[in-house]
């Protein structure tokens, strides 16, 4: 599944603009969200001490909950 249909998942208006964060292009970063599905982990770069993971709508990160399917237990 993806993540953008998962319960753990948050999108905020716009995606996000993280900081030297060079590692995934533009495009990525304005398509993605954050899985809250764990705590935020620690990162090595300025800013924030801790960040949740972020992934993009159309990315499956093996973690997901269908939203749907939750809804129907
Ligand atoms: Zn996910």
Do not use: I, Q
């Amino acid at each position: 599944m993806k993540c953008a249909d998962c319960v753990f998942w948050r999108r905020y208006k716009g995606g996000l603009h993280p900081m030297n964060r060079a590692d995934m292009p533009n495009s990525w970063w304005a398509r993605a969200g954050l899985c809250m599905r764990h705590a935020p982990r620690p990162m090595t770069e300025p800013g924030p001490r801790s960040f949740w993971r972020a992934t993009a709508e159309s990315d499956g990160c093996g973690e997901g909950v269908d939203a749907l399917r939750e809804g129907a237990v």
